[in-house]
């Protein structure tokens, strides 16, 4: 399985980002995709998710600022970024899990300036 981030960058506080993670099957063959981030000196932690029946799970600290999409077709899943904030600022990593095999892409960097 391969997860391929795209579009990550540099953006000031305020502004708007959007990733993407190709994924090299079908995406419903997963039980989650999603994003996580690691910031710097922290552990990875959740993003969002979205389960195979489309119930969507995000963390505390986005609300309400970012959207997961995914796209079966495409076999894409994406990362809309509002109102991005400093604290932002971080690796994005994809993220896929089939039972209990998990899978992650190389992570793309976010950078948000103040």
């Known amino acids: 399985v391969q997860l391929v981030e795209s579009g990550g960058g540099l953006v000031q506080a305020g502004e708007s980002l959007g990733l993407s993670c190709a994924v090299s099957?079908?995406?419903?063959?997963?039980?989650?995709v999603g994003w996580y981030r690691r910031t710097p000196g922290n552990q990875r932690e959740l993003v969002a998710t979205?389960?195979?029946?489309?119930?969507?799970n995000y963390a505390d600290s986005i609300e309400d600022r970012f959207t997961i999409i995914r796209d079966g077709h495409a076999r894409t899943v994406y990362l809309q970024m509002n109102n991005l904030k400093s604290e932002d600022t971080a690796v994005y990593y994809c993220?896929?899990?089939?039972?209990?095999?998990?899978?992650w892409g190389q992570g793309t960097q976010v950078t948000v300036s103040s």
């Open positions: 979205i389960n195979v029946g489309g119930v969507t």
């Open positions: 099957e079908n995406i419903f063959n997963f039980n989650y």
């Open positions: 993220y896929a899990r089939r039972a209990r095999s998990e899978f």
